[in-house]
Protein backbone atom coordinates (compact mmCIF):
# COMPACT_ATOMS: atom_id res chain seq x y z
CA UNK A 1 0.00 0.00 0.00
CA UNK A 2 2.82 2.62 0.05
CA UNK A 3 4.86 2.07 -2.50
CA UNK A 4 1.09 2.46 -4.59
CA UNK A 5 0.55 5.86 -2.30
CA UNK A 6 3.73 7.20 -3.19
CA UNK A 7 3.33 6.39 -7.06
CA UNK A 8 0.10 7.97 -6.83
CA UNK A 9 1.13 10.78 -5.22
CA UNK A 10 3.57 10.91 -8.18
CA UNK A 11 1.34 10.82 -10.46
CA UNK A 12 -1.11 13.25 -9.81
CA UNK A 13 1.87 15.61 -9.18
CA UNK A 14 3.09 15.13 -13.18
CA UNK A 15 -0.33 16.07 -13.85
CA UNK A 16 -0.44 19.09 -11.84
CA UNK A 17 2.72 20.52 -13.41
CA UNK A 18 2.68 19.29 -16.87
CA UNK A 19 1.80 22.86 -19.01
CA UNK A 20 0.34 20.30 -22.03
CA UNK A 21 -2.66 19.25 -19.99
CA UNK A 22 -5.79 21.33 -20.16
CA UNK A 23 -8.07 22.26 -16.54
CA UNK A 24 -11.23 21.59 -19.18
CA UNK A 25 -11.11 18.94 -22.11
CA UNK A 26 -13.93 18.20 -24.71
CA UNK A 27 -14.61 15.03 -25.25
CA UNK A 28 -17.71 15.05 -27.56
CA UNK A 29 -20.38 18.02 -27.85
CA UNK A 30 -22.52 16.88 -24.86
CA UNK A 31 -19.42 15.48 -22.72
CA UNK A 32 -16.77 17.53 -21.27
CA UNK A 33 -14.22 16.25 -18.44
CA UNK A 34 -13.07 19.44 -16.44
CA UNK A 35 -10.15 18.39 -13.43
CA UNK A 36 -8.59 20.60 -10.52
CA UNK A 37 -6.36 19.46 -7.45
CA UNK A 38 -3.40 20.59 -5.59
CA UNK A 39 -0.58 19.03 -4.09
CA UNK A 40 0.91 20.30 -0.78
CA UNK A 41 3.81 19.66 2.19
CA UNK A 42 3.14 19.89 5.45
CA UNK A 43 5.04 19.79 8.57
CA UNK A 44 4.73 19.86 11.84
CA UNK A 45 6.58 20.52 15.67
CA UNK A 46 5.55 19.51 18.78
CA UNK A 47 7.73 21.34 21.56
CA UNK A 48 6.18 19.70 24.43
CA UNK A 49 7.93 15.90 25.46
CA UNK A 50 5.73 13.12 24.61
CA UNK A 51 5.15 10.19 27.11
CA UNK A 52 6.66 7.98 25.11
CA UNK A 53 9.95 7.90 23.44
CA UNK A 54 8.26 6.39 20.59
CA UNK A 55 6.37 9.60 19.71
CA UNK A 56 7.91 11.85 17.30
CA UNK A 57 8.69 15.69 17.58
CA UNK A 58 9.00 16.70 13.90
CA UNK A 59 6.24 15.21 11.78
CA UNK A 60 6.18 15.48 7.70
CA UNK A 61 3.86 14.96 5.04
CA UNK A 62 3.04 14.93 1.66
CA UNK A 63 -0.69 15.39 0.40
CA UNK A 64 -2.45 15.10 -3.29
CA UNK A 65 -5.97 15.18 -4.37
CA UNK A 66 -7.41 15.56 -7.53
CA UNK A 67 -11.15 16.34 -8.15
CA UNK A 68 -12.05 14.74 -11.98
CA UNK A 69 -15.75 16.10 -12.94
CA UNK A 70 -17.25 14.14 -16.40
CA UNK A 71 -20.32 15.80 -16.83
CA UNK A 72 -22.11 13.93 -20.40
CA UNK A 73 -25.45 14.74 -21.61
CA UNK A 74 -28.28 17.05 -19.65
CA UNK A 75 -28.33 15.23 -16.52
CA UNK A 76 -25.82 12.94 -15.96
CA UNK A 77 -22.45 13.57 -14.07
CA UNK A 78 -19.81 11.40 -12.76
CA UNK A 79 -17.02 12.61 -10.13
CA UNK A 80 -13.82 11.11 -8.66
CA UNK A 81 -12.07 13.37 -5.61
CA UNK A 82 -9.75 10.82 -4.03
CA UNK A 83 -6.85 12.00 -1.96
CA UNK A 84 -3.20 10.39 -0.98
CA UNK A 85 -1.19 11.44 1.87
CA UNK A 86 2.13 10.11 2.46
CA UNK A 87 3.81 10.09 6.04
CA UNK A 88 7.60 10.53 5.78
CA UNK A 89 8.40 7.94 8.58
CA UNK A 90 5.27 6.48 10.38
CA UNK A 91 3.35 4.10 7.58
CA UNK A 92 0.56 3.64 9.54
CA UNK A 93 -0.37 7.48 8.28
CA UNK A 94 -0.34 6.38 4.54
CA UNK A 95 -3.64 6.91 3.32
CA UNK A 96 -5.64 6.91 0.09
CA UNK A 97 -8.90 8.27 0.97
CA UNK A 98 -11.44 7.54 -1.66
CA UNK A 99 -13.40 10.38 -0.51
CA UNK A 100 -15.91 11.22 -3.98
CA UNK A 101 -16.26 8.96 -6.10
CA UNK A 102 -19.89 8.29 -7.58
CA UNK A 103 -22.04 8.79 -10.27
CA UNK A 104 -24.79 11.10 -10.24
CA UNK A 105 -27.63 11.95 -12.18
CA UNK A 106 -29.58 15.20 -11.63
CA UNK A 107 -32.52 17.45 -12.29
CA UNK A 108 -34.03 20.51 -10.71
CA UNK A 109 -36.13 18.88 -9.12
CA UNK A 110 -34.69 15.18 -8.04
CA UNK A 111 -31.30 14.23 -7.40
CA UNK A 112 -30.15 10.32 -7.13
CA UNK A 113 -26.41 9.53 -6.68
CA UNK A 114 -24.31 6.24 -5.68
CA UNK A 115 -20.98 5.53 -5.04
CA UNK A 116 -18.44 6.76 -2.43
CA UNK A 117 -19.56 9.75 -1.17
CA UNK A 118 -18.50 12.53 1.32
CA UNK A 119 -21.74 14.53 2.99
CA UNK A 120 -21.47 17.86 5.65
CA UNK A 121 -24.11 19.02 7.47
CA UNK A 122 -22.10 21.13 9.71
CA UNK A 123 -23.48 24.78 10.10
CA UNK A 124 -21.26 25.89 13.07
CA UNK A 125 -17.35 26.63 13.16
CA UNK A 126 -16.47 24.32 16.32
CA UNK A 127 -18.05 21.40 17.11
CA UNK A 128 -20.95 19.94 14.74
CA UNK A 129 -22.51 16.83 17.04
CA UNK A 130 -24.60 16.62 13.37
CA UNK A 131 -22.13 16.06 11.04
CA UNK A 132 -22.11 12.52 11.37
CA UNK A 133 -23.02 10.34 8.01
CA UNK A 134 -18.94 9.97 7.40
CA UNK A 135 -16.47 7.95 9.30
CA UNK A 136 -13.11 10.30 10.32
CA UNK A 137 -9.47 9.66 10.55
CA UNK A 138 -8.45 10.65 14.14
CA UNK A 139 -4.78 9.23 13.70
CA UNK A 140 -4.42 11.70 11.29
CA UNK A 141 -5.25 14.67 13.44
CA UNK A 142 -7.56 13.98 15.55
CA UNK A 143 -8.74 17.59 16.61
CA UNK A 144 -9.28 17.90 12.63
CA UNK A 145 -9.88 14.54 11.29
CA UNK A 146 -10.50 14.52 8.09
CA UNK A 147 -13.50 12.31 6.64
CA UNK A 148 -13.76 8.87 4.94
CA UNK A 149 -15.78 8.30 1.73
CA UNK A 150 -18.67 6.64 2.70
CA UNK A 151 -20.40 3.95 -0.04
CA UNK A 152 -24.01 5.28 0.25
CA UNK A 153 -26.91 6.10 -2.04
CA UNK A 154 -28.30 8.98 -1.57
CA UNK A 155 -31.56 10.46 -3.19
CA UNK A 156 -32.83 14.35 -2.82
CA UNK A 157 -36.86 15.97 -3.90
CA UNK A 158 -37.16 19.57 -4.27
CA UNK A 159 -40.46 20.84 -4.47
CA UNK A 160 -42.30 24.00 -4.22
CA UNK A 161 -41.52 27.16 -6.28
CA UNK A 162 -40.93 30.56 -4.14
CA UNK A 163 -39.47 29.36 -0.83
CA UNK A 164 -38.51 25.32 -2.03
CA UNK A 165 -38.78 22.15 0.37
CA UNK A 166 -35.82 19.80 -0.01
CA UNK A 167 -36.01 16.13 1.15
CA UNK A 168 -33.35 13.93 1.29
CA UNK A 169 -32.93 10.20 1.82
CA UNK A 170 -29.56 8.17 2.39
CA UNK A 171 -28.77 4.77 2.58
CA UNK A 172 -24.86 2.94 3.67
CA UNK A 173 -24.90 -0.28 3.38
CA UNK A 174 -21.18 -1.11 4.45
CA UNK A 175 -19.68 0.56 7.66
CA UNK A 176 -16.01 1.75 7.80
CA UNK A 177 -14.55 1.48 10.95
CA UNK A 178 -12.29 4.32 12.30
CA UNK A 179 -8.39 3.86 12.49
CA UNK A 180 -7.74 5.31 15.89
CA UNK A 181 -4.58 6.34 16.58
CA UNK A 182 -2.08 3.56 18.37
CA UNK A 183 1.33 3.62 20.08
CA UNK A 184 4.19 5.88 18.03
CA UNK A 185 1.17 8.45 17.10
CA UNK A 186 1.68 11.70 18.99
CA UNK A 187 -2.73 11.15 19.03
CA UNK A 188 -2.43 8.03 20.92
CA UNK A 189 -4.88 8.63 23.69
CA UNK A 190 -4.05 5.38 25.78
CA UNK A 191 -3.00 7.95 28.26
CA UNK A 192 -6.60 8.40 28.83
CA UNK A 193 -7.44 4.97 30.00
CA UNK A 194 -7.00 4.50 33.61
CA UNK A 195 -3.87 2.70 35.13
CA UNK A 196 -3.57 0.07 37.07
CA UNK A 197 -1.36 -1.15 40.16
CA UNK A 198 -1.19 -4.49 41.26
CA UNK A 199 1.68 -6.03 43.53
CA UNK A 200 3.75 -3.60 42.81
CA UNK A 201 3.51 -3.41 39.24
CA UNK A 202 1.83 -0.17 36.94
CA UNK A 203 -0.17 -1.63 33.87
CA UNK A 204 -0.93 1.21 31.62
CA UNK A 205 -3.20 -0.27 28.75
CA UNK A 206 -2.69 0.81 24.90
CA UNK A 207 -5.61 1.37 22.32
CA UNK A 208 -4.42 -0.77 19.37
CA UNK A 209 -6.04 -1.18 16.08
CA UNK A 210 -7.02 -4.12 14.99
CA UNK A 211 -9.96 -4.66 12.13
CA UNK A 212 -10.10 -8.61 13.06
CA UNK A 213 -10.89 -7.02 16.57
CA UNK A 214 -13.51 -4.90 15.87
CA UNK A 215 -16.47 -5.61 17.74
CA UNK A 216 -20.10 -5.38 15.97
CA UNK A 217 -22.69 -4.92 18.42
CA UNK A 218 -25.23 -6.30 15.71
CA UNK A 219 -25.44 -9.83 14.13
CA UNK A 220 -24.63 -8.01 10.18
CA UNK A 221 -20.93 -6.74 11.70
CA UNK A 222 -20.08 -4.42 9.31
CA UNK A 223 -23.19 -5.16 6.26
CA UNK A 224 -25.45 -3.94 9.20
CA UNK A 225 -27.68 -1.50 7.30
CA UNK A 226 -27.60 2.30 8.00
CA UNK A 227 -29.77 5.14 6.85
CA UNK A 228 -30.93 8.73 7.26
CA UNK A 229 -33.88 10.86 6.33
CA UNK A 230 -33.31 15.16 6.31
CA UNK A 231 -36.27 17.64 5.53
CA UNK A 232 -34.72 21.39 4.68
CA UNK A 233 -36.34 24.59 4.84
CA UNK A 234 -35.76 28.37 4.99
CA UNK A 235 -37.65 30.73 7.54
CA UNK A 236 -37.78 34.04 7.50
CA UNK A 237 -36.31 34.20 3.95
CA UNK A 238 -32.74 33.97 5.69
CA UNK A 239 -31.88 31.32 8.12
CA UNK A 240 -31.68 27.35 6.60
CA UNK A 241 -32.78 25.10 8.79
CA UNK A 242 -32.46 21.61 8.83
CA UNK A 243 -34.13 18.40 10.80
CA UNK A 244 -33.12 14.53 10.46
CA UNK A 245 -33.05 11.41 11.70
CA UNK A 246 -30.41 8.99 11.38
CA UNK A 247 -29.94 4.90 12.25
CA UNK A 248 -26.55 3.62 12.01
CA UNK A 249 -23.27 3.02 14.30
CA UNK A 250 -22.10 5.55 15.95
CA UNK A 251 -18.92 6.31 14.51
CA UNK A 252 -16.31 7.34 17.49
CA UNK A 253 -16.28 3.76 18.98
CA UNK A 254 -16.50 2.36 22.59
CA UNK A 255 -13.47 0.66 23.59
CA UNK A 256 -13.29 -3.11 25.09
CA UNK A 257 -10.53 -4.55 27.06
CA UNK A 258 -8.84 -7.54 24.75
CA UNK A 259 -9.22 -10.78 27.20
CA UNK A 260 -6.17 -12.56 25.34
CA UNK A 261 -3.78 -9.59 26.22
CA UNK A 262 -4.58 -9.37 29.85
CA UNK A 263 -2.55 -9.22 32.40
CA UNK A 264 -2.60 -12.54 35.32
CA UNK A 265 -0.21 -11.89 37.88
CA UNK A 266 -2.37 -14.40 40.06
CA UNK A 267 -5.10 -17.07 39.31
CA UNK A 268 -8.59 -15.10 39.08
CA UNK A 269 -7.34 -11.83 38.62
CA UNK A 270 -7.19 -9.86 34.81
CA UNK A 271 -5.88 -7.09 34.24
CA UNK A 272 -6.25 -5.56 30.49
CA UNK A 273 -3.71 -4.18 28.86
CA UNK A 274 -4.99 -3.91 25.30
CA UNK A 275 -8.07 -2.13 24.25
CA UNK A 276 -10.10 -2.34 21.17
CA UNK A 277 -13.37 -0.94 19.20
CA UNK A 278 -16.68 -1.98 20.13
CA UNK A 279 -19.40 -0.16 17.37
CA UNK A 280 -22.95 0.30 18.75
CA UNK A 281 -26.03 0.86 16.57
CA UNK A 282 -27.64 4.38 18.01
CA UNK A 283 -30.80 6.55 16.83
CA UNK A 284 -29.85 10.36 16.46
CA UNK A 285 -32.30 12.96 15.52
CA UNK A 286 -31.11 16.23 15.28
CA UNK A 287 -31.98 20.54 14.16
CA UNK A 288 -29.28 22.34 12.50
CA UNK A 289 -29.86 26.21 11.69
CA UNK A 290 -27.39 28.51 9.90
CA UNK A 291 -28.62 31.98 8.45
CA UNK A 292 -28.43 36.02 8.58
CA UNK A 293 -30.68 38.07 10.69
CA UNK A 294 -29.94 41.82 9.51
CA UNK A 295 -25.95 41.94 10.15
CA UNK A 296 -26.24 38.89 12.45
CA UNK A 297 -25.22 35.45 11.39
CA UNK A 298 -26.68 32.83 13.36
CA UNK A 299 -25.56 29.08 13.75
CA UNK A 300 -26.76 25.97 15.41
CA UNK A 301 -26.73 22.55 15.58
CA UNK A 302 -28.58 20.28 18.45
CA UNK A 303 -29.00 16.05 18.34
CA UNK A 304 -30.32 13.60 20.76
CA UNK A 305 -28.79 9.98 21.21
CA UNK A 306 -29.93 6.90 21.99
CA UNK A 307 -28.91 3.50 21.59
CA UNK A 308 -30.73 0.88 19.84
CA UNK A 309 -29.33 -1.60 22.56
CA UNK A 310 -28.84 -1.20 26.13
CA UNK A 311 -24.88 -0.38 26.06
CA UNK A 312 -22.88 -0.06 28.76
CA UNK A 313 -20.26 2.90 29.82
CA UNK A 314 -16.84 2.73 29.91
CA UNK A 315 -16.79 1.75 33.78
CA UNK A 316 -18.85 -1.64 32.36
CA UNK A 317 -21.52 -1.30 35.42
CA UNK A 318 -24.05 1.50 34.11
CA UNK A 319 -26.26 1.89 31.28
CA UNK A 320 -25.37 4.84 28.64
CA UNK A 321 -28.73 6.89 29.06
CA UNK A 322 -29.70 8.93 26.16
CA UNK A 323 -28.28 12.18 26.17
CA UNK A 324 -28.51 15.55 24.13
CA UNK A 325 -25.60 17.77 22.80
CA UNK A 326 -25.19 21.45 21.66
CA UNK A 327 -23.57 24.00 19.79
CA UNK A 328 -25.16 27.35 19.37
CA UNK A 329 -23.88 30.96 18.28
CA UNK A 330 -23.65 33.44 16.49
CA UNK A 331 -21.41 35.84 14.64
CA UNK A 332 -20.87 39.34 13.85
CA UNK A 333 -18.43 41.02 11.37
CA UNK A 334 -17.97 44.86 11.61
CA UNK A 335 -16.75 46.07 7.95
CA UNK A 336 -13.69 48.31 7.50
CA UNK A 337 -13.72 48.27 11.13
CA UNK A 338 -10.03 49.74 11.15
CA UNK A 339 -8.81 49.80 7.74
CA UNK A 340 -10.81 50.36 4.61
CA UNK A 341 -11.88 47.07 2.82
CA UNK A 342 -10.49 45.22 5.57
CA UNK A 343 -13.13 43.26 7.79
CA UNK A 344 -13.15 41.46 11.88
CA UNK A 345 -15.37 39.00 12.40
CA UNK A 346 -16.56 38.24 15.88
CA UNK A 347 -17.82 34.36 17.22
CA UNK A 348 -19.22 33.08 20.17
CA UNK A 349 -20.52 29.58 20.27
CA UNK A 350 -22.06 27.90 23.61
CA UNK A 351 -20.80 23.48 23.92
CA UNK A 352 -23.06 21.73 26.13
CA UNK A 353 -23.76 17.92 27.04
CA UNK A 354 -26.53 16.81 28.99
CA UNK A 355 -24.22 14.60 30.65
CA UNK A 356 -22.23 17.38 32.09
CA UNK A 357 -20.79 17.00 35.85
CA UNK A 358 -20.71 13.11 35.57
CA UNK A 359 -17.60 11.26 35.85
CA UNK A 360 -16.12 10.39 32.06
CA UNK A 361 -15.84 6.62 33.10
CA UNK A 362 -19.66 6.57 33.32
CA UNK A 363 -20.19 8.03 29.74
CA UNK A 364 -19.89 5.95 26.85
CA UNK A 365 -17.13 7.39 24.73
CA UNK A 366 -14.82 10.24 24.40
CA UNK A 367 -16.81 13.40 25.03
CA UNK A 368 -14.95 16.45 26.12
CA UNK A 369 -16.64 18.95 25.23
CA UNK A 370 -19.59 19.44 27.66
CA UNK A 371 -19.57 22.81 28.79
CA UNK A 372 -17.54 25.31 26.78
CA UNK A 373 -17.34 28.24 25.02
CA UNK A 374 -15.22 28.69 21.76
CA UNK A 375 -14.73 32.38 21.22
CA UNK A 376 -12.74 33.32 17.90
CA UNK A 377 -11.97 36.49 16.52
CA UNK A 378 -11.69 36.30 11.66
CA UNK A 379 -9.65 39.03 10.15
CA UNK A 380 -9.97 39.07 6.93
CA UNK A 381 -7.65 41.28 4.70
CA UNK A 382 -9.72 41.18 1.30
CA UNK A 383 -7.10 41.37 -0.75
CA UNK A 384 -6.00 39.28 -3.90
CA UNK A 385 -4.51 36.72 -1.74
CA UNK A 386 -6.97 36.55 0.31
CA UNK A 387 -4.97 36.85 3.42
CA UNK A 388 -6.96 36.40 6.58
CA UNK A 389 -6.05 35.35 11.00
CA UNK A 390 -7.90 33.68 12.82
CA UNK A 391 -7.64 33.00 16.83
CA UNK A 392 -9.90 30.98 18.85
CA UNK A 393 -10.15 29.49 22.13
CA UNK A 394 -12.42 26.82 23.51
CA UNK A 395 -12.81 27.42 27.49
CA UNK A 396 -14.09 25.14 29.49
CA UNK A 397 -16.24 27.68 32.11
CA UNK A 398 -16.89 25.07 34.98
CA UNK A 399 -12.84 23.87 35.10
CA UNK A 400 -11.10 26.63 32.71
CA UNK A 401 -9.55 24.08 30.59
CA UNK A 402 -8.18 26.52 28.06
CA UNK A 403 -7.38 25.32 24.27
CA UNK A 404 -6.04 27.85 21.33
CA UNK A 405 -5.93 28.24 17.93
CA UNK A 406 -4.16 31.09 15.80
CA UNK A 407 -3.88 30.29 12.03
CA UNK A 408 -2.81 32.29 9.45
CA UNK A 409 -4.08 31.57 5.81
CA UNK A 410 -2.92 33.31 2.27
CA UNK A 411 -2.70 32.91 -1.45
CA UNK A 412 0.53 33.52 -3.24
CA UNK A 413 1.06 33.99 -7.33
CA UNK A 414 -2.66 32.70 -7.72
CA UNK A 415 -2.23 28.80 -7.25
CA UNK A 416 0.19 28.72 -4.05
CA UNK A 417 -1.59 28.55 -0.59
CA UNK A 418 0.03 28.94 2.53
CA UNK A 419 -1.52 27.73 6.07
CA UNK A 420 0.60 28.35 9.20
CA UNK A 421 -1.12 27.12 12.69
CA UNK A 422 -0.45 27.03 16.12
CA UNK A 423 -2.76 24.87 18.73
CA UNK A 424 -2.09 24.45 22.14
CA UNK A 425 -3.86 23.31 25.00
CA UNK A 426 -3.87 24.42 29.12
CA UNK A 427 -5.90 21.33 30.88
CA UNK A 428 -6.66 20.25 34.25
CA UNK A 429 -5.71 16.74 35.36
CA UNK A 430 -9.31 15.89 35.68
CA UNK A 431 -9.80 16.98 32.24
CA UNK A 432 -10.92 14.20 29.59
CA UNK A 433 -8.41 16.75 27.65
CA UNK A 434 -5.29 16.33 29.89
CA UNK A 435 -4.11 13.47 28.36
CA UNK A 436 -3.48 15.43 24.92
CA UNK A 437 -1.66 18.29 26.69
CA UNK A 438 1.85 17.41 24.57
CA UNK A 439 -0.09 17.58 21.62
CA UNK A 440 0.19 21.15 21.34
CA UNK A 441 1.78 22.15 17.98
CA UNK A 442 3.01 24.45 15.34
CA UNK A 443 2.49 23.40 11.74
CA UNK A 444 2.90 24.71 8.27
CA UNK A 445 1.23 23.39 4.91
CA UNK A 446 2.34 24.68 1.63
CA UNK A 447 0.21 23.78 -1.21
CA UNK A 448 0.27 24.32 -5.06
CA UNK A 449 -3.01 24.53 -6.83
CA UNK A 450 -4.09 23.50 -10.44
Known amino acids: MPKQTLRGFLALTGLALSPLLAQSVDISENTKLNYKGNIGMSYWYFPKDAPKAEMPTHVGTFDGQIDLNLKT ?62 QTDPSLDFFDAPKVGEPALRSRIIFGDENPHTLEFYYL ?161 FNSLFVDSQDLGVIVEMLGDSDTGRNATELDIFRPFQNHVFAGLRYTFNNTGDRSLLLGTFTDYKKGDVIARLEYEERFFERVKVKAQFFGFATSKTSQLSSFDHTTRASLLVSYYF
Request: hydrophobic share 35%.
Open 173 to 333: PYFTPAKLPIAGNRFDFSGALPSTTAFGQTITPNVIYDPDLNRYETPYNRWRPQGAIRYQKQIFGKVDTSVYYFNGYKRFPQLYPVAATAFTPVPGVSIPTQYAQAYNPIHQAGLTWQGTIDALLVKGDVAYIQYVNDTKAQNGVDTVRPYAQYTVGAEYT
Open 73 to 134: GKYLEFRANPRGIVDVYDANRRRFLPQDIYADFVTSKFELRAGYQVFSWKTVESVAHSDILN
